[in-house]
């Protein structure tokens, strides 16, 4: 969407606050022993506190309120049975709509005591999302992003998950402009507006560039034993530095 009122950047606001509120209450839960689908219950309970509405169930009627990706699990993580072991590297993605307006953030953290290439890994890729959210705004091209994602990953040693890319977002979970691509792609000629609202989530990667849907349709998992972190903001364009609308 592109913001119309400040009526638009308020409630962006709102719904950006409940979703990265749910984001750190989950993270703050998280314990070894626990279900992922107990972990999702808890952040369901938050967002209905809220009257959130979790924006895939809602949207695709996927079978839980939020995505919860486990080690070598990318992105689209089912909760279940799944239990959370020391050491694991953990991915919790919330997306949620409040009075027509939609949020999505995701972050990536590993469970106490782990392996430090692992919290290496979840802070190389927040600061190369912040990296891209600082550069961005009316006038720049949209395949900046590509090109500093790009950059910073090889910069740090990383791969660069291929086909998970940024969205626009607002009035829907996904809508123009689509497939922002996480590398430099010569040939997009679009440009950021002011008023523009979307997401920026480099998935960094130590070993494949790609991540593979399983049997259950939903999960993107690495094909080899590498790791991948995430790390999304919601934001809104503006003529200087993007307003984060999912800032906790």
């Known amino acids: 969407m592109t913001i119309g009122s400040q009526d638009d950047i308020d409630a962006l606001k709102e719904i950006g606050k409940i979703v990265a509120t749910t984001i750190s209450e989950m993270k703050r839960q998280t314990r070894v022993g626990m279900t992922t689908k107990e972990l999702d219950e808890i952040g369901g309970r938050i967002l209905k506190s809220h009257g959130a509405v979790p924006a895939p169930k ?74 891209v959210i600082s550069s961005l705004k009316h006038g720049v091209k949209l395949n900046e992003i590509g090109r500093i994602i790009e950059a910073e990953a090889k910069k740090g040693g990383y791969n660069i998950i291929q086909n998970l890319c940024s969205h626009g977002i607002g009035k829907s979970l996904h809508e123009a402009p689509t497939e922002i691509l996480p590398v430099y792609n010569k040939h997009d000629k679009r440009v950021l507006k002011e008023g523009m609202v979307i ?26 034993n590498g790791y991948a972190a995430q790390h999304e903001h919601t934001i809104i364009i503006t003529k200087d530095r993007p307003i984060i609308v999912t800032a906790a």
């Open 58 to 131: 809602a949207t695709y009627d996927f079978p839980g309120y939020t995505c919860i990706s486990v080690n070598q699990e990318v992105a689209h993580g089912i909760p279940g049975s799944r239990i959370i072991r020391p050491g694991d590297l953990i991915n919790i993605d919330v997306s949620a709509e409040l009075g027509g307006y939609y949020a999505d953030a995701g972050h990536s953290f590993p469970i106490a005591p782990y392996n430090p290439s692992l919290k290496r890994l979840c802070d190389y890729t927040h600061q190369t999302m912040m990296k």
């Open 199 to 224: 997401t920026i989530e480099p998935f960094l990667s130590t070993g494949a560039g790609y991540a593979v849907e399983q049997g259950d349709g939903w999960t993107l998992c690495m094909p080899d």
